[in-house]
């Protein structure tokens, strides 16, 4: 799965708060595979600071915060319906409601903070024994990835993307005037707008799966990579089209920037390094407006850089 769409913002908040929905088919599948395997991000800023802001995030998502040092932050996620019907169905008669729990542990990195999380559910019997179950589903995976690009973290280096096809596109969810996957930004150059496809668009078809969320999106993006391309179908302006989309995948994740010190203190990451990670220009066009939307880059400068960027040499 491209950046473009890592870069969503209402899109991960959702699928942040819906994280333990019961796994769909294919949703399951990793969308980003990290080096290690594990569910991590890299973030360019001290790892108090970094504790300090993955607890604000927690608490703006309306999750009930558990526990908070300077190196873990414990949170207690609300159950999705079907998934608490699930763990009634599964468990002891006598057994309290389930409980889920995500832990992020934190450790400073060359000027980063690594941050790695799981997740496990909690039940109490009639004799007062608490049980405990890892949750480790790739479901569980991909939603967390996603939160952690969304409030600001860097996949590690080297992490690959082999289970769903990029797509160079920003969306989201819309119900009107038709259900799908609405293109709020077709990058030029992308997969997507080489495709045809442009800003405004409606996706209602993935390679024959009906878009609806983002677990049919991951569906659709992973039945994608069986062929060398895959049909998409779509709506502009009350017609529906059909087009064929060839199957690309995006590039591995390169280095992480360097970060420059400065009293010893580590400065944050310009935008001016992220340039020179060897990124296509899609990717590069939605890193620089991640950065605009955290108030690293003026709108001005932000329009600059896609100028830039979109100006043949």
Known sequence: MDIGEIMKREFYFAAAICLMVPAQAMADEPFAVTPSGSTEAYFPMEVVETSDHLANQCLDLGWTMISSTDTTVVCEV???????????????????????????????????????????????????????????????????????????????????????????????????????????????????????????????????????????????????????????????????????????????IGPLPEREFVNGAAQPVQSTTIVQNQLSVAEELARFAELRDQGVLTEEEFQAQKARLLTPD
């Open 78 to 252: 609300p159950m999705s319906f079907g998934s608490r019907l699930l763990s009634a169905l599964a468990g002891p008669s006598y057994a309290t409601p389930p409980r889920q729990y995500f832990r992020f542990n934190m450790a400073g990195v060359q000027g980063y903070t690594r941050v790695q999380a799981t997740a496990w559910q909690e039940q109490q019997t009639a004799f007062g024994q608490t049980q405990q179950t890892e949750l480790a589903s790739e479901n569980f995976h991909n939603g967390v990835m996603g939160f952690f690009q969304n409030v600001g973290g860097i996949f590690p280096p080297n992490t690959q993307f082999p289970n769903h096809a990029a797509i160079d596109v920003e969306y989201e969810y819309v119900e009107e005037p038709r259900e799908g996957m609405l293109i709020v930004t077709a990058y030029e150059g992308g997969v997507f707008a080489r495709a045809g496809l442009q800003t405004g668009d409606i996706v209602h078809r993935i390679a024959g799966e009906r878009i609806k969320d983002e677990n049919d999106t991951s569906d659709g993006l992973h039945k994608a990579i069986r062929e060398n391309s895959f049909e998409v179908q779509y709506y502009r302006g009350g017609d529906r089209h059909e087009v064929s989309v060839p199957t690309e995948f995006r590039e591995p």
